[in-house]
């Protein structure tokens, strides 16, 4: 059974860089067709999606958020991770880590982990 | 870029059937077709359906989803108290900035 799991500060101030990891277990995450994404969710909002990476290293983001995005992996310790630069008090939210499975669905999801931005 | 549509809320009876509505356009919905996620609250989403009616392991057959053209639905029948919860659907939108999109969200009620 894979398990992912967020992890990072909780607490951002305004205009530095959100950095999370992902890190995934119960499987190699380099195994498979598989794409890893973050998503993310406002407190009583929609969900709203990052960005993604293949293990090649290719990615793909939100054309609404791509200057600001930057997602790695790290095969090694299967882990990938997020950066979001310039962050405003409108990038708070519950964060998610997510797997893509070749049945193009996000199948396996951690279980969150609230960032706020605040000085 | 525009997300997929749905309606905030429904509201159903007990061991009634719910229909959930997702509009997209050519570049998703219509194209890749559709998943659907269940969420409770303080919960992260739960895949219920994916390429339309595709169901994970262990989701229960009372949820079968369907699309034409660029709508897709989610059906669930003989409502629970269970079912309360948010519902999500996403779709691949293959256009020149390709990414996922996810509807907006409906708050399913069980009366």
């Known amino acids: 059974q894979v398990q992912l799991q967020e992890s990072g500060p909780g607490l951002v101030k305004p205009s530095q860089t959100l950095s999370l990891t992902c890190t995934v277990s119960g499987g190699s995450i380099s195994s498979g067709s598989y794409y890893w994404s973050w998503i993310r969710q406002p407190a009583g909002k929609g969900l709203e999606w990052i960005g993604r990476i293949y293990t090649s290293g290719s990615t793909n983001y939100n054309p609404s958020l791509k200057s600001r995005v930057t997602i790695s992996v790290d095969t090694s310790k299967n882990q990938f991770s997020l950066k979001l630069s310039s962050v405003t008090a409108a990038d708070t939210a519950v964060y998610y880590c997510?797997?893509?499975?070749?049945?193009?669905?996000?199948?396996?999801w951690g279980q969150g982990t609230l960032v706020t931005v605040s000085s | 870029q525009a997300g997929l549509t749905q309606p905030p809320s429904v509201s159903k009876g007990l061991r009634q059937t719910a229909t959930l509505t997702c509009t997209g356009n050519?570049?998703?919905?219509?194209?890749?077709?559709a998943a659907w996620l269940q969420q409770h609250q303080g919960h992260p989403p739960k895949l219920l359906s994916y390429r339309n009616n595709n169901r994970p392991s262990g989701i229960s057959e009372r949820f079968s989803a369907s699309r034409s053209g660029n709508t897709a639905s989610l059906t669930i029948t003989g409502l629970q108290p269970e079912d309360e919860a948010d519902y999500y659907c996403?779709?691949?939108?293959?256009?020149?900035?390709?990414?996922?999109?996810f509807g907006g969200g409906t708050k399913l009620t069980v009366l």
């Open positions: 997510a797997r893509e499975g070749p049945a193009a669905a996000h199948d396996y």
């Open positions: 050519s570049n998703n919905v219509g194209n890749q077709g």
């Open positions: 996403s779709a691949w939108d293959s256009s020149l900035s390709a990414h996922w999109v």
